[in-house]
């Protein structure tokens, strides 16, 4: 499908589609950033868990704001988003830096000597797609035109920002057994949450006691983050969200909602093009948690 004719707001570089805010100036500024050893890259795919993840790194590492910088505004946290950035604020913040972005791995800045760390979350793609189209649907920047039906097309075409959820997952499965990635799935973090706390602890070399392991797994829940307004990012929700919207950044955060939305022809279609795309790669997902 041609990106121009796409229902709703987009760049396109280089036949990648992507947020509006994403444009190839702001690309090539991100290229240029400088990294230093220790810096801590959080990847995902658009509503795999970011948030999530983020708010679990921050309770871990307790990562700072450059000086003089008050987080009051989209885009300026302690776990800034990288794509939403110029690279001199980036650059501004003290070591260790930890960021995420949603970019596939052709586009980060170059790690030749691999003293990086990345942590990439991956999710199963059915409630991928559901919780996509919702975020979609109610934020001003994309202006979403269209049912359900059709933004699953997109989906399974690869027609969204930051393209196919499948191209995005296998760039970087490709890492995966390189000493500096750890690859977590959304769903292990429901079935194992302390366990999974404790393995990004030790990712990370953050001394973890297990008092302090069960703090974090508390303020790190999903119910727990949904009632927080700095988390479920209701406090800007008037800037982000269209009027009369009711959407929350926080959702569901459930596994298994996709069963609510697809019609069997369509889970039909959606299978054969996950396996196509999966097969081999020895990623399992699990679609409902018993």
């Given at each position: 499908?041609?990106?121009?004719?796409?229902?709703?707001n987009?760049?396109?570089?280089?036949?990648?589609?992507l947020?509006?805010?994403?444009?190839?100036?702001?690309?090539?500024?991100?290229?240029?950033?400088q990294?230093k050893?220790?810096?801590v890259?959080?990847?995902?795919?658009p509503?795999t868990?970011?948030i999530w993840?983020?708010?679990?790194?921050?309770?871990?590492?307790?990562?700072?704001?450059?000086?003089?910088?008050?987080?009051?505004?989209?885009?300026?946290?302690?776990?800034?988003?990288?794509e939403?950035?110029?690279?001199?604020?980036?650059?501004?913040?003290?070591?260790?830096?930890?960021?995420?972005?949603?970019?596939?791995?052709?586009?980060?800045?170059?790690?030749?000597?691999?003293?990086?760390?990345?942590i990439?979350?991956?999710?199963n793609?059915?409630d991928?797609?559901?919780?996509?189209?919702?975020?979609?649907?109610?934020?001003?920047?994309?202006?979403?035109?269209?049912?359900?039906?059709?933004?699953?097309?997109?989906?399974?075409?690869?027609?969204?920002?930051?393209?196919?959820?499948?191209?995005?997952?296998?760039?970087?499965l490709?890492?995966?057994?390189?000493?500096?990635?750890?690859?977590?799935k959304?769903?292990?973090?429901?079935?194992?949450?302390?366990?999974?706390?404790?393995k990004?602890?030790?990712f990370?070399?953050?001394?973890?006691?297990?008092?302090?392991?069960?703090?974090?797994?508390?303020?790190?829940?999903?119910?727990?983050?949904?009632?927080?307004?700095?988390?479920?990012?209701?406090?800007?929700?008037?800037?982000?969200?269209?009027?009369?919207?009711?959407?929350?950044?926080?959702?569901?955060?459930?596994?298994?909602?996709?069963?609510?939305?697809?019609?069997?022809?369509?889970l039909?279609?959606?299978?054969q093009?996950?396996?196509?795309y999966?097969?081999?790669?020895?990623?399992?997902?699990?679609?409902?948690?018993?």
């Amino acid at each position: 499908m041609n990106s121009d004719r796409l229902g709703f707001n987009h760049c396109c570089v280089n036949g990648l589609i992507l947020p509006p805010f994403v444009t190839e100036e702001r690309l090539r500024n991100l290229a240029t950033f400088q990294t230093k050893p220790g810096d801590v890259f959080v990847v995902s795919y658009p509503k795999t868990g970011t948030i999530w993840l983020t708010q679990i790194i921050k309770a871990l590492a307790k990562p700072a704001l450059p000086e003089g910088i008050d987080v009051v505004q989209i885009g300026v946290d302690t776990v800034p988003f990288f794509e939403l950035n110029e690279t001199k604020k980036l650059e501004a913040y003290p070591s260790p830096r930890y960021i995420y972005t949603h970019l596939p791995y052709s586009l980060m800045p170059d790690d030749s000597e691999n003293n990086l760390k990345y942590i990439y979350l991956a999710r199963n793609p059915k409630d991928v797609a559901v919780s996509y189209f919702y975020f979609m649907q109610a934020l001003k920047l994309y202006s979403l035109e269209g049912t359900w039906d059709i933004f699953l097309e997109y989906f399974m075409n690869g027609n969204l920002p930051y393209g196919s959820y499948y191209t995005h997952l296998l760039d970087w499965l490709q890492k995966k057994e390189q000493k500096n990635l750890l690859f977590l799935k959304y769903e292990d973090l429901h079935k194992d949450f302390l366990g999974n706390i404790n393995k990004i602890a030790d990712f990370l070399g953050c001394a973890l006691s297990e008092e302090e392991a069960q703090i974090i797994s508390q303020k790190c829940s999903f119910s727990h983050m949904k009632a927080n307004p700095i988390s479920n990012m209701d406090s800007i929700a008037n800037q982000m969200y269209k009027k009369g919207s009711n959407y929350s950044f926080m959702r569901k955060g459930t596994v298994g909602d996709w069963q609510n939305y697809f019609s069997d022809k369509q889970l039909e279609e959606f299978n054969q093009v996950c396996d196509r795309y999966m097969e081999g790669t020895g990623i399992d997902f699990e679609f409902i948690l018993e």
